[in-house]
């Protein structure tokens, strides 16, 4: 009989359900087995007799259960964007290493099991010297690298109310694109605060801003490690003499306590002899050099600093860890080792073999839930192919909006696996333009995970008397545009858009907090925010990137609401600068008001803002709810 393998990434049996083994580039990359024992054939579409012999042929390495080839395995061999050397995969393998498939990690997308994050490049140096050359029942008996924690002061800037938000006490407390986040712990603000470096093409920087995710208008364009202390500005104008940055820290080392003391470890400063593509060759330094980079880091480890010795002289970067030749400028990276010495070895096999036993018993464990999880997806699978497609049903729903709601809920959810969910998914991945990016990326990733039709005929009465509102004006008048305004939006085929009193679909991006509110009582321009950009009035767009920044799925949460919404632009104002403090629709002729007024705002991309800046999305502006009427409930996760 057979000799069947386990996933080589968490030991499931793959006897049952699918699993993909590595057939090589040249084979066509992968074959998927199902029950092991049909296969899939390509050339016929269909599912074949698997020999047997197969797993006689086939090395532990190159089997995966279909979940671990979802999560892990396609985006790590030979071919992909962040491939691994097969001994760098097994280590990651044996080592639990994540890959995490988010626009926030695209530069370092895995997750070691220590917290810390690699490209595919610098993976395995680590694992190799951080954790050893070990499987997943081995001892991870190296800790992670020292930790430098720094702490800064900012008293203020020129601009009160930015002020009272920066300013206050700042420590290191991650990384963001290869250097230090610095968080406000203590200010007059309670608001949250952080110093941040953010590598774009457009400007990298170093920014102040609430979150990762949002930056505020200060920045400095010193893209270098260390924070800079000077030299701040506001986007479009001069250095704020006022705003600068005070280095309180002498650098406290987050080791174990008594780790310097321990007689078990010694200190051992070393550089990286070897160079890109060959492996990591770290040698000790000279017994002068490590005498005066061990006498500056107990002193004031921070910023760069020149040292000499009797032959050669160097310069040190303390955040960055990189020595350079004066010299020749050449570059190394150094590093700080606590080398055991023959008294900890003992300790250290005792410690292995507890390690071994518990990673033995998790390991049991998590194979019996990893089969438990793969039935139900399995299950999960035949449900979603009895779902029947939406749109047309859809369609068919339409008519209810011209007769009466009859016994229906307002809410009504969508089966998972409808067709509906791909169109939109697509659609709203499409509605960010091209040329977006920084906080607009996380939609090009988006997710559909949930559909509510939204069934409220009050709502639908209202919205269609508005309508008749408007077309009256505009009939038999002076009133006209040359041309309908189009919406870059247009996934909702079952929608009857009336373009003589520009009918649109839009998007409105909401908190969940607000969807059942929206949803039974509609948009209420009574509670819309007094400082808009162009008015208190409620703001659609037909661009997803700038629905998801009011989605609340632009924080860590990552999960998000948008509602496609039926909007009345009718005769439109054409912004040309900012409408702050209006709380009706402008007037056609503010010279003649017996004219009236318009029904709507549109801000286009370009129209002149604040500090010398443009409008950067599309927006829709109304002053009357009555004129939007919410279609559909969009839930998501990027």
């Known amino acids: 009989?057979?000799?069947?393998?386990?996933?080589?990434?968490?030991?499931?049996?793959?006897?049952?359900?699918?699993?993909?083994?590595?057939?090589?580039?040249?084979?066509?990359?992968?074959?998927?087995?199902?029950?092991?024992?049909?296969?899939?054939?390509?050339?016929?579409?269909?599912?074949?007799?698997?020999?047997?012999?197969?797993?006689?042929?086939?090395?532990?390495?190159?089997?995966?259960?279909?979940?671990?080839?979802?999560?892990?395995?396609?985006?790590?061999?030979?071919?992909?964007?962040?491939?691994?050397?097969?001994?760098?995969?097994?280590?990651?393998?044996?080592?639990?290493?994540?890959?995490?498939?988010?626009?926030?990690?695209?530069?370092?997308p895995f997750q070691c099991k220590c917290g810390s994050f690699f490209n595919h490049r610098s993976l395995e140096a680590h694992l190799r010297h951080r954790h050893g050359n070990v499987g997943s029942s081995g001892a991870d008996t190296t800790s992670s690298a020292d930790a430098l924690l720094c702490v800064v002061y900012v008293p203020g800037c020129s601009d009160p109310d930015m002020s009272q938000r920066i300013q206050g006490t700042y420590a290191t407390s991650e990384w963001n694109h290869g250097k230090p986040v610095y968080r406000k712990i203590e200010g007059p603000h309670e608001d949250p605060a952080l110093i941040f470096f953010w590598d774009d093409d457009v400007l990298p920087a170093w920014w102040f801003g609430p979150s990762l995710s949002e930056k505020w208008a200060y920045y400095s364009s010193t893209p270098d490690m260390a924070l800079p202390l000077t030299e701040w500005k506001k986007v479009g104008e001069d250095i704020d003499q006022e705003l600068r940055i005070i280095d309180l820290s002498t650098p406290a080392r987050l080791t174990p306590a008594g780790r310097e003391?321990?007689?078990?470890?010694?200190?051992?400063?070393?550089?990286?002899?070897?160079?890109?593509?060959?492996?990591?060759?770290?040698?000790?330094?000279?017994?002068?050099?490590?005498?005066?980079?061990?006498?500056?880091?107990?002193?004031?480890?921070?910023?760069?600093?020149?040292?000499?010795?009797?032959?050669?002289?160097?310069?040190?970067?303390?955040?960055?860890?990189?020595?350079?030749?004066?010299?020749?400028?050449?570059?190394?990276?150094?590093?700080?080792?606590?080398?055991?010495?023959?008294?900890?070895?003992?300790?250290?096999?005792?410690?292995?073999?507890?390690?071994?036993?518990?990673?033995?018993?998790?390991?049991?464990?998590?194979?019996?839930?990893?089969?438990?999880?793969?039935?139900?997806?399995?299950?999960?699978?035949?449900?979603?192919?009895?779902?029947?497609?939406?749109?047309?049903?859809?369609?068919?729903?339409?008519?209810?909006?011209?007769?009466?709601?009859?016994?229906?809920?307002?809410?009504?959810?969508?089966?998972?696996?409808?067709?509906?969910?791909?169109?939109l998914e697509a659609a709203l991945r499409s509605a960010c333009p091209s040329d977006h990016y920084g906080v607009c990326d996380p939609i090009r990733h988006l997710t559909v995970t949930g559909l509510e039709q939204i069934r409220n005929l009050r709502l639908w009465k209202n919205y269609e008397f508005r309508k008749d509102e408007i077309r009256k004006d505009l009939e038999g008048t002076w009133l006209s545009w040359s041309s309908p305004v189009k919406s870059s939006f247009s996934a909702c085929n079952w929608a009857d858009l009336d373009p003589g009193v520009n009918e649109i679909m839009v998007l409105h991006g909401t908190s969940r907090d607000n969807i059942d509110l929206i949803a039974n009582f509609g948009f209420d321009e009574r509670l819309a925010r007094a400082k808009g950009l162009y008015g208190q009035g409620i703001y659609f767009t037909d661009q997803s990137?700038?629905?998801?920044?009011?989605?609340?799925?632009?924080?860590?949460?990552?999960?998000?609401?948008?509602?496609?919404?039926?909007?009345?632009?009718?005769?439109?104002?054409?912004?040309?600068?900012?409408?702050?403090?209006?709380?009706?629709?402008?007037?056609?002729?503010?010279?003649?008001?017996?004219?009236?007024?318009?029904?709507?705002?549109?801000?286009?991309?370009?129209?002149?803002?604040?500090?010398?800046?443009?409008?950067?999305?599309?927006?829709?502006?109304?002053?009357?709810?009555?004129?939007?009427?919410?279609?559909?409930?969009?839930?998501?996760?990027?």
């Open 1 to 108: 009989m057979a000799s069947y393998p386990r996933c080589c990434r968490c030991s499931t049996d793959v006897k049952t359900g699918c699993a993909a083994i590595w057939e090589g580039i040249e084979a066509g990359a992968w074959l998927w087995v199902r029950d092991a024992s049909v296969q899939y054939d390509e050339a016929s579409k269909s599912w074949i007799y698997l020999a047997s012999s197969v797993w006689e042929q086939t090395e532990a390495i190159r089997v995966y259960c279909e979940r671990c080839w979802r999560s892990w395995a396609r985006h790590v061999k030979p071919g992909c964007k962040y491939q691994l050397s097969s001994s760098c995969e097994e280590l990651a393998n044996s080592h639990s290493v994540k890959y995490l498939d988010h626009w926030k990690h695209r530069g370092n």
């Open 261 to 423: 003391q321990d007689s078990s470890f010694e200190v051992v400063w070393e550089f990286l002899a070897s160079g890109d593509g060959r492996p990591e060759d770290w040698q000790p330094m000279g017994k002068e050099m490590q005498k005066l980079l061990e006498e500056h880091w107990a002193g004031n480890w921070t910023g760069t600093f020149q040292v000499k010795t009797k032959d050669l002289a160097y310069g040190i970067d303390c955040a960055g860890m990189v020595q350079w030749n004066l010299s020749t400028q050449r570059r190394r990276p150094i590093r700080r080792e606590h080398k055991a010495t023959t008294a900890i070895l003992p300790k250290l096999l005792g410690r292995q073999k507890r390690l071994q036993c518990d990673v033995e018993t998790h390991s049991a464990e998590s194979a019996k839930l990893a089969l438990r999880v793969a039935e139900l997806e399995k299950e999960v699978e035949r449900l979603k192919s009895f779902q029947a497609e939406h749109s047309s049903q859809m369609m068919l729903q339409e008519p209810w909006r011209k007769s009466r709601q009859l016994d229906m809920s307002i809410r009504l959810p969508l089966p998972v696996g409808d067709g509906l969910f791909s169109v």
């Open 545 to 638: 990137c700038k629905a998801f920044q009011y989605s609340g799925a632009d924080t860590s949460a990552c999960h998000g609401c948008m509602i496609i919404t039926r909007l009345l632009l009718g005769l439109p104002d054409f912004a040309r600068g900012p409408l702050q403090g209006i709380k009706v629709e402008p007037l056609i002729d503010s010279k003649d008001p017996s004219k009236g007024r318009v029904h709507s705002v549109v801000a286009a991309p370009g129209t002149p803002i604040i500090f010398g800046s443009t409008q950067v999305h599309q927006e829709y502006v109304i002053f009357n709810g009555a004129q939007a009427y919410p279609e559909m409930i969009v839930h998501f996760q990027t």
